[in-house]
């Protein structure tokens, strides 16, 4: 219990703290020390590779509670008038307010109604698709291109394409709206059982080609596809990707989420497993975005960059590819956007990025339930007297 005194030298209120306040405050103490650690960490995670440090990129995974974290903290020291405690975590929070925008878009602007946009705008669309397979493990062929086709995006990057049974993207094929043209590359080749990435474009495909890089760690291809496309007298290219998954399942959010570790007899086991896949696959991400974002900063032309990076913003992976370019959800998005439905809908890993050659017009991530992911889809304004 506390009990209120009056500090005549000081004319204001003190307190005098009951053993239960100090060792509380000592808690605390201790609590806002990891916590400080843990931001100051975070805050590098995009600046070390993860095949030099893994660790990093697991913190920033879980950026916002830390960040979060931090803030709350900082609020008990302001209540409890312990600068000493308050004005480091003050520092450190303001720090991040750089990095706020880039998991959350302060809208300030009021909005009356519907929108207008640009008819002449360039519509984009990325959406990992999951094989064609919803959460009921039934088809979504049919409901995924009624969906294209009442967007019409004039662009459209598929990741996790292809299917086991080749039927499916036949199927898609011919169900979205005619004017299509298609890009596609499979890890096993295309046309057979194997992840495929797809650029759909109503722009003429003047070049496409997919990027291989082989590496000691994963001696398998990544996946990404790219395509020359004719936009008014320009060439535009269109980088689709599909990086390296972390291969966390749901049963592994399930029990980190409900903090089974605690309890559960085999949890060492189970946490070196989950432990083991994010070291293993961040590793192999980082070296896939070592040479991928050199192909892209090397190309000529306006790049429009899709995909699902299997990695949050505040990341290598995010740092790399986004670097010389835009971020869509920065220049337009509002409020808090996620695409990946897991995780208590808390990561955004798919994005679209582009080139000063662009405007970004509008941000979207439509609600549908066809894939584990959301799509992204955005509109831009090509301005060719930029380049």
């Known amino acids: ?5 009056y500090d005549s030298d000081s004319g204001r209120p003190g307190r005098q703290r009951g053993l239960f306040v100090w060792l509380l405050d000592a808690a605390f103490a201790v609590v806002t020390a990891l916590v400080a650690l843990l931001l100051l960490f975070m805050y590098l995670a995009p600046y070390v590779s993860p095949d030099a440090s893994w660790v990093f990129s697991v913190l920033g995974l879980v950026a916002p509670v830390i960040y979060v974290s931090g803030l709350v903290l900082f609020l008990y020291w302001v209540i409890r008038w312990r600068w000493g405690y308050a004005s480091p975590m003050l520092v450190l929070l303001l720090l991040g307010v750089p990095k706020i925008s880039l998991y959350y878009k302060i809208d300030t602007l009021r909005h009356y109604g519907e929108p207008v946009y640009d008819r002449s705008a360039l519509k984009v669309m990325a959406y990992n698709v999951r094989m064609f397979y919803g959460d009921d493990g039934r088809s979504t062929v049919d409901s995924l291109a009624a969906f294209v086709n009442r967007y019409d995006p004039d662009i459209l990057c598929i990741e996790e394409f292809s299917d086991l049974a080749r039927g499916a993207t036949m199927r898609f094929d011919s169900l979205i709206a005619p004017g299509y043209r298609r890009a596609v590359y499979s890890r096993d080749g295309e046309g057979t059982a194997g992840v495929a990435l797809a650029v759909y474009s109503k722009l003429r495909i003047l070049a496409s080609g997919a990027v291989d890089c082989v590496n000691d760690v994963d ?27 972390t291969h966390i399942k749901s049963s592994d959010s399930d029990y980190l989420m409900n903090y089974r570790f605690l309890t559960d007899t085999a949890s060492h086991e189970k946490l070196h497993s ?7 696959n961040s590793i192999s991400r980082s070296h896939q975005v070592d040479s991928l974002s050199q192909l892209i900063a090397a190309t000529p032309h306006a790049r429009i960059v899709c995909g699902d990076f299997n990695d949050t913003p505040l990341s290598y992976t995010y740092r790399l590819m986004s670097r010389g370019l835009q971020d869509a959800f920065r220049e337009k998005g509002r ?6 439905r897991g995780f208590y809908n808390t990561f955004r890993i798919d994005y679209v990025l582009v080139s000063d050659d662009f405007e970004v017009l509008s941000y979207e991530v439509p ?13 831009l304004k090509y301005n060719s007297q930029r380049q």
């Open 1 to 5: 219990m506390e009990r209120w005194v």
């Open 274 to 280: 989950i432990l083991s896949r994010l070291r293993y």
């Open 335 to 340: 409020g808090f956007s996620h695409t990946y």
């Open 219 to 245: 001696t398998t291809r990544a996946t990404a596809v790219w395509a020359d496309l004719r936009l008014d007298r320009d060439t535009v290219r269109v980088f689709c990707n599909h990086l390296r998954s």
């Open 367 to 379: 609600s549908v339930e066809f894939s584990d992911h959301h799509p992204v889809f955005v509109r």
